[in-house]
Each structure stands twice: as C-alpha cells, then as structure tokens.
C-alpha cells in the first residue's frame, strides 16, 4: 500500500522560515507531479506549488518569492522550503502526488502538518 507522509510543520514567529518533507512508503512504481496545498480554517483547500517528475514547478502568486519546492527522485520525498512567513500562511499543508502503476494513475493525499505563524 503506497502511502504519503508529511513531516516538518510547527509553530514559527513571522519572518521566521521552515522547510516540510513528504515521504512516500509501500511499493512505489513510478511518481509523476507532486505537490503541495495547504487549508486554513474556514477556508477552502488551496493550491501552494507544484512540481513535475522533470522538475518543472509552478507557484501560487501568494507564495512566488518565499516559498521553493524540490523533490529528490531517489527518495521519493517533496520538499517546501518556507521562507519570509506570514500568519496568513498559517494552515494544514497537505502533499500530493500522482502514483503510476503501470497505466494506472492515482493521486494520493498526506494527512497533513499544521504550520502555524505568530506576529
């Protein structure tokens, strides 16, 4: 069974930085984008950034700037490197990926991190 995990949330001043990782485990065939979204309360889940299998990455405007994506094929891990936060950045984020299995594709969902950010 192929799960996601994310790892690396936390409580941080504003300005403050921190860097979430997304591991995949069970039986991996082959991983396409990967991505994060993140959901505040009250609020609807949200694109964060994405990145492709060959490394092409695309960035809500809200983050462009502050926020890095990068994935290492090897481990089959997606990072989100967070830099200048706010407290509007404050949510559950949530990985994503697309598992191929031969020509069967489907997306998975972590449980999320919750990241906080104080004034």
């Known amino acids: 069974q192929v799960q996601f995990v994310e790892s690396g949330g936390g409580l941080v001043q504003a300005g403050g930085s921190l860097r979430l990782s997304c591991a995949a485990s069970?039986?991996?065939?082959?991983?396409?984008?990967m991505g994060w979204y993140r959901q505040a309360p009250g609020k609807q889940r949200e694109l964060v950034a994405t990145?492709?299998?060959?490394?092409?990455?695309n960035y809500a405007d809200s983050v462009k700037g502050r926020f890095t994506i990068s994935r290492d094929n090897a481990k089959n891990t997606v990072y989100l490197q967070m830099n200048s936060l706010k407290p509007e950045d404050t949510a559950v984020y949530y990985c994503?990926?697309?598992?191929?299995?031969?020509?069967?594709?489907?997306?998975?969902w972590g449980p999320g991190t919750q990241v906080t950010v104080s004034y």
């Open positions: 994503n990926a697309d598992h191929r299995r031969f020509v069967s594709t489907t997306t998975y």
């Open positions: 990145i492709t299998s060959g490394g092409n990455t």
């Open positions: 069970g039986r991996i065939f082959s991983i396409d984008a």
